[in-house]
């Protein structure tokens, strides 16, 4: 597909306003603290593989976390992707659990640091605090934080209970008393909480907290997987922190739950919305911002059962200032968190191989006050070869799944989701697809897939106008580096570095694929269009 280097398009009037993060970075699980799973960029070419990492700083080989999501950083903070997973190295521990920092441009790994075991299957994603300078990362009972340049330890907090595929949220304006939220896990049980943790200096009257310091914890029943999200001002925030929760499990349907994101005793919640139906919340909360002024934030959250078909679970839109119930729709189960697109359109990924159901992706049209199907990636593939009324493998478009956490990027008015497959094993083994798909059209049709890569397919992460993807092939980078977009050397991605191109004194293979032609013309300008806020520097180090 060929995209133009037009303006995004316009949002239609009343429809919901996805949240895009335009910057150089990927803070972490959805695209950072609000979840809104989406940028403003063109899809990289899926035909040119820039780097594969699979080793760590000693040459190690590392088996990453292969549905774990993964978090990068900026110019400012080293033009790192970090992921995380287990390395055995000569003479030291067996399977140990490690964070790890790959430079952008190059795939090298240039740090990596040691984490509690990570245990029970969790596929917590790291996050990065741009703020401060950290990267922020749950493993067994501890949240650990560590300079996002230089490795270094900052801080560990040790929780109650371990963390299960739950990932931080960041409350970023918090006039020096920024907070850190996250939640622990008893999926089983009722015991599980919401933390509030301190992550600004330590000030004796205005911040009380140490780094790392819980300020506050309160209940939330059963807990698995249930990344909070928090929406700032700025956007349309109304100050209250968000997130789901299970439920007591096989007892009463889960809850999704608002609170004051700046108290500083455990506050009592601000509303409460019990699940319709009886099926629990095992995944993170979307947050959308309001339509128009004096309007309320939204707020997101799909289901996850234990039996029957695709419509077996649901998905929810609630008033984020009261929590009143806007609709609720059929939908696959899954512990993935829904994306607004532009248009009022969310998907969602989920299915699992097997107990009923099948992998895919599901895109809704939002009314305001309804939903409607626009397709199921699984239901309009199926060809029902053996005639047994079954969506057996082979049959169908496999996608998406419900550990699977897509990315959506917008440009010159098209939507393209970037999405792997949980494969047919185990979820807890590498994916080995990576899809970009047309949103604007039926997956029945031959041009739905606009690109596939072979040897990536965990959740992708989008940085800049490239993305990246955790699969069989180890770490992979698609698209334009911090140094192929330095065109002139100079250590900055500027506008100069058009001038250059334009002058054909340099070299000016931007995309990678070998030869020097308009299509890295077009990536340096779709560069400046989308990063116009501030300067990368391409050196991918401190």
Not at 217 to 235: D, E, F, K, M, V
Not at 265 to 283: L, R, Y
Not at 326 to 352: D, H, K, Q, Y
Not at 358 to 387: C, E, F, G, K, M
Request: proline share 9%; hydrophobic share 45%.
């Amino acid at each position: 597909m060929v995209f133009a280097m037009g303006d995004v398009a316009a949002q239609p009037v009343g429809s919901m306003i996805p949240t895009p993060d335009v910057s150089d970075s990927w803070p972490g699980l959805a695209g950072g603290s609000a979840r809104p799973g989406s940028v403003m960029a063109p899809p990289p070419r899926a035909d040119v593989r820039r780097w594969a990492a699979a080793t760590d700083e000693t040459g190690s080989p590392i088996a990453f976390i292969p549905q774990a999501g993964l978090a990068s950083a900026n110019a400012s903070f080293g033009n790192f992707v970090f992921a995380v997973g287990r390395v055995s190295r000569p003479g030291g521990p067996m399977n140990q659990s490690r964070l790890f920092a790959f430079v952008r441009s190059t795939g090298a790994c240039a740090w990596s640091a040691p984490l509690a075991s990570i245990g029970l299957d969790s596929i917590s994603s790291p996050a990065v605090d741009h703020q401060r300078g950290t990267v922020i990362i749950a493993s067994a009972a501890q949240l650990q934080a560590f300079d996002a340049v230089a490795g270094t330890h900052a801080w560990t907090t040790d929780l109650a209970r371990p963390v299960v595929n739950a990932c931080p949220a960041i409350m970023p304006e918090g006039m020096g008393r920024d907070r850190l939220f996250i939640t622990d896990f008893d999926g089983y049980g009722d015991s599980a909480s919401l933390y509030c943790i301190n992550i600004d200096p330590y000030d004796t009257v205005n911040n009380p907290f140490l780094p790392g310091e819980v300020v506050w914890q309160t209940p939330i029943g059963g807990s698995s997987g249930n990344s909070p999200a928090y929406l700032p001002r700025s956007l349309g925030g109304v100050g209250l922190v968000y997130v789901a929760s299970v439920g007591a499990f096989g007892e009463q349907p889960g809850r999704v739950w608002a609170f004051d994101a700046e108290a500083v005793t455990p506050p009592e919640p601000t509303w409460v919305f019990e699940n319709i139906i009886p099926a629990g919340f095992f995944g993170g909360v979307g947050l959308v911002r309001p339509e128009a002024p004096g309007r309320p934030p939204r707020v997101l959250a799909a289901s996850y059962v234990f039996s029957g078909g695709l419509n077996a679970a649901n998905l929810v839109k609630l008033d984020g200032v009261t929590g009143a119930l806007a609709w609720s729709v059929p939908c696959n189960r899954t512990i993935s968190t829904p994306i607004v697109l532009p248009g009022g359109r969310i998907l969602v990924s989920g299915g699992i191989q097997g107990f009923g159901t099948v992998p895919s992706l599901r895109l809704y049209q939002d009314h305001d006050d309804h939903a409607v199907v626009l397709w199921d990636s699984a239901l309009a593939t199926w060809i029902d070869l053996n005639l047994n009324g079954v969506l057996d493998v082979g049959e169908y478009l496999r996608l998406g799944g419900w550990t699977q956490q897509p990315a959506v990027l917008s440009f010159a008015g098209r939507s393209i989701i970037a999405s792997g497959v949980v494969p047919l094993g185990q979820f807890n083994q590498p994916s080995s697809d990576l899809y970009f798909l047309d949103a604007d059209l039926s997956p029945a049709t031959s041009a739905f897939i606009v690109g596939h890569h072979s040897g990536a397919g965990g959740s992708p992460a989008p940085a800049g106008i490239a993305i990246y993807s955790v699969g069989t092939a180890g770490l992979v980078a698609l698209g334009p580096t911090p140094a192929s977009l330095d065109v002139n050397a100079d250590a900055a991605c500027t506008i100069d570095d058009l001038y250059a191109w334009e002058d054909a004194t340099v070299p000016g293979d931007v995309d990678g694929d070998g030869a020097r032609t308009p299509a890295d013309r077009a990536a340096l300008l779709a560069t400046f269009r989308c990063l116009h806020a501030a300067p990368i520097a391409p050196g991918g180090g401190p």
